[in-house]
């Protein structure tokens, strides 16, 4: 496949091209600024390009299978999430390209919960992490009720970090996942993994998914 990656050095970024080259996958990478390209592996082509440009979105997404976008706004810039989405969404929709959005928690319903959102459940979401979490589901939301629904929405854990890739880990297309410990958990390695595994085989266009262990 040809595949584009917004957000290439991210934490997660870095770990999708990883994944998406070690499975023999075209990838373009595409960064910000030159500067941050040394952290890419020389295997991917890596590009300057901006998310929130829709000549840049359209560019670099014309004659590829997917694009993949892992951005995150800095504190206080919360809202760009839903300005990167719809950036997305109306150039892909010009290019036909698909799009696999990496997003939150927020939009997912706590299990036994009665379908109470993790975005109002303060034990996931505590005060900090509200004006993110928010906007997640503000994103989410955008992608619902947007003309061009050639989307997956994937939502990680609720918490995310290093780790290693055991490819052990279980798919929900709706319900935050909790291990028997009560812990809500994926490592970017096996975020990667699920993903890539959605972007070769869909199961879930026009719709949101997470992993947890």
Known sequence: MRITVFGATGNIGQVVVSEALKRGHHVVA???????????????HTVVGDVNNIADVIRLSRGQDLVISATRPAAGQEQQLV????????GLLETRTRLLLVGGAACLTVPNSGGRLVLDDESFVPKPWKAIAQACFEQY????????????????????????????????????LIDKQGKSHISWQDFAVALLDEAQSPQFLAQKFTVGY
Not at 83 to 90: K, Q, W
Not at 148 to 169: E, H, K, V
């Open 30 to 44: 595409v960064t910000r600024g030159a500067m941050k390209a040394a952290q890419l592996p020389c295997a991917a």
């Open 83 to 90: 300005t990167i989405a719809d950036t997305l969404l109306n």
């Open 141 to 176: 939301q955008h992608c619902v009720s947007h003309s061009n629904q050639n989307w997956t929405y994937m939502s990680p854990a609720a918490l995310i970090g290093p780790g290693r890739r055991t490819g052990q880990f279980r798919v929900s297309n709706g319900e935050l």
